[in-house]
C-alpha cells in the first residue's frame, strides 16, 4: 500500500457544486495533515492543516480526518473555476523525521462554469 | 510579509555541469526543507535544516547533491555533474520549527532541465 494515496482524477464538477477530494494513508502513527493546492506551472500552496479527528472549517474549505479509518479529506463548497487545480494531501509521520511530509500524488479539480 | 524566495526561477545545464540553486526562508522561520518534484513522481523529500543542529540529509539521491544553510537563513543546493535524471522542479519550503506542528510554507521552485 502507498504511504498517501490519492485518486488522481481528473475530479469534475460543476460551478457552485461541492467537490470532496479524499486522502487515505497507512502509517497509522501519522500525525499532522495538510492539504495544498497547486495550480499549473506553480507551487504548492498550503489551503488546510488538521491534527485530530473531526472536522476543521476555513471559509469555503472543510477538512474531515478520520484517524481510526486512516482517511483524510477536503470539501470544498459553492466551487468557483478559480479553484481548479490539483489537491495534493499531505502528512507527517510519527517517529524522530516527523518533520519531513510524505506526499500523495494529488488529485486533478476541474470546476466547470 | 514576504514569502519564500528562490533562484533562479529556471535554469538550463548541460549535463556533466553543477548547479547551484538558492533559497531565502520566510523571516523568523528556523526550519528550512528542500523538496524536489518530477513529473510522475510527486514531491520527494531531500534535505531538512533546522536551527544550528545537523541537517538531516537522508532524501539526497545521490553524492553530487549537497547542501547548506549559512547562519540559519539562506540555503543553496548544489547538484554536482548534473544528469538527465535531475531534471525536475526543486521546491524549498520553510517552517516556524522543525516539528509536525509546523507548516510548511513553499517558495515558487526552480524549474531545472538538465540536456
Known amino acids: 500500500q502507498k504511504e498517501v494515496e490519492q485518486n488522481s482524477g481528473p475530479l469534475s464538477v460543476p460551478e457552485g457544486a461541492i467537490a470532496s477530494l479524499n486522502c487515505t494513508y497507512s502509517d497509522r502513527g501519522s500525525q499532522s495533515f495538510f492539504w495544498y493546492r497547486q495550480y499549473s506551472g506553480k507551487s504548492p500552496e498550503l489551503i488546510m492543516s488538521?491534527?485530530?479527528?473531526g472536522d476543521k472549517e476555513d471559509g469555503r474549505f472543510t477538512a474531515q480526518l478520520n484517524k481510526a479509518s486512516q482517511y483524510v479529506s477536503l470539501l470544498i463548497r459553492d466551487s468557483q473555476p478559480s479553484d481548479s487545480a490539483t489537491y495534493l494531501c499531505?502528512?507527517?509521520?510519527?517517529?524522530?523525521?516527523?518533520?519531513?511530509?510524505?506526499f500523495g500524488k494529488g488529485t486533478l479539480l476541474t470546476v466547470n462554469p | 510579509g514576504a514569502g519564500v524566495s528562490q533562484s533562479p526561477s529556471n535554469k538550463v545545464t548541460e549535463k556533466g555541469k553543477d548547479v547551484e540553486l538558492r533559497c531565502d526562508p520566510i523571516?523568523?522561520?528556523?526550519?528550512l526543507y528542500w523538496y524536489r518534484q518530477s513529473l510522475g513522481q510527486g514531491l520527494e523529500f531531500l534535505i531538512y535544516?533546522?536551527?544550528?543542529?545537523?541537517?538531516?540529509k537522508s532524501g539526497l539521491p545521490s553524492d553530487r547533491f549537497s547542501a547548506e544553510r549559512t547562519g540559519g537563513s539562506v540555503s543553496t543546493l548544489t547538484i554536482q555533474r548534473t544528469q538527465q535524471e535531475d531534471s525536475a522542479v526543486y521546491l524549498c519550503?520553510?517552517?516556524?520549527?522543525?516539528?509536525?506542528?509546523?507548516?510548511?510554507?513553499f517558495g515558487p521552485g526552480t524549474r531545472l532541465t538538465v540536456t
Open positions: 499531505a502528512l507527517s509521520r510519527s517517529g524522530g523525521s516527523n518533520y519531513k511530509l510524505t
Open positions: 519550503a520553510s517552517s516556524f520549527s522543525g516539528s509536525f506542528q509546523y507548516e510548511q510554507y
Open positions: 523571516s523568523g522561520h528556523t526550519a
Open positions: 535544516f533546522q536551527g544550528n543542529s545537523a541537517p538531516d
Open positions: 488538521i491534527y485530530s479527528n
